[in-house]
């Protein structure tokens, strides 16, 4: 089962809300990462988990906080969102950090109203 | 400062009109060059590895080539459900395994 499952496909949310991405690999893999993604750009890297520790954090401001539970689970979570947030939330996973091969979920797309 | 160029931007072929993409790149140093596709609204999905000059990878009617500066994915006989978006994304020595892309070649075969 090579597969990276994100929750929710959708998600709506006022500036004053707090929400949160989950995603979820059974693939053994030890890294896991999130990137953004505008429309019709390439995505942009945000957080690298290896062995659940986060181990790079690309100048993320703090509205966006990251969790890794254990080796199968990722969450972002969302606070005090601006507009400009709005964008596709891709999870991916491979296994060992360092790697180019990536797996990608299908993404979470945000909007923020 | 590393840099990663894709073109052209959009590329509209008929079916079985074989064509080619170019990734150009310029980098202190290459770990490795990495292909991806990405349909509308999802997330990429991983083609190919090329780690040295003169490498080349095959998958059904797709090929990638990379020299020391470029690499070129040729699209055979295309069909359909070739149209995509596809993504060159470069790793550099020194970057941690830090995937740097590019902005895409978005291709749209017609029947």
């Known amino acids: 089962d090579t597969e990276v499952t994100q929750t929710p496909k959708h998600l709506v949310m006022g500036m004053t809300n707090k929400k949160s991405l989950k995603c979820e690999q059974h693939?053994?893999?030890?890294?896991m990462y999130w990137y953004k993604q505008k429309a019709k750009k390439p995505p942009e890297l945000m957080f690298v988990y290896s062995y659940e520790k986060l181990s790079i954090n690309e100048s993320v401001p703090s509205r966006f906080s990251p969790e890794c539970p254990n080796s199968s689970l990722l969450n972002l979570h969302l606070h005090a969102l601006q507009p400009e947030d709005s964008a596709l939330y891709l999870c991916?996973?491979?296994?060992?950090?360092?790697?180019?091969?990536?797996?990608f979920g299908e993404g979470s797309r945000l909007t923020v109203l | 400062e590393d840099q990663v160029t894709q073109s052209p931007e959009a590329l509209r072929l008929q079916e079985g009109e074989s064509s080619s993409l170019n990734c150009s790149y310029t980098?202190?140093?290459?770990?490795?060059l990495f292909w991806y596709r990405q349909d509308p609204g999802k997330g990429p999905e991983f083609l190919f590895t090329?780690?040295?000059a003169g490498e080349e990878k095959e998958k059904e009617r797709l090929k990638a080539t990379l020299t020391k500066k470029e690499s070129f994915l040729h699209i055979t006989a295309p069909k359909p459900e070739d149209s995509a978006t596809y993504l060159c994304a470069v790793q550099v020595t020194d970057s941690w395994g830090k995937l740097q892309f590019g902005a895409g070649t978005q291709v749209v075969v017609t029947p």
């Open positions: 991916a996973s491979s296994p060992l950090a360092g790697t180019g091969e990536l797996f």
């Open positions: 980098v202190s140093g290459l770990r490795g």
């Open positions: 090329l780690y040295s």
């Open positions: 693939m053994g893999h030890r890294a």
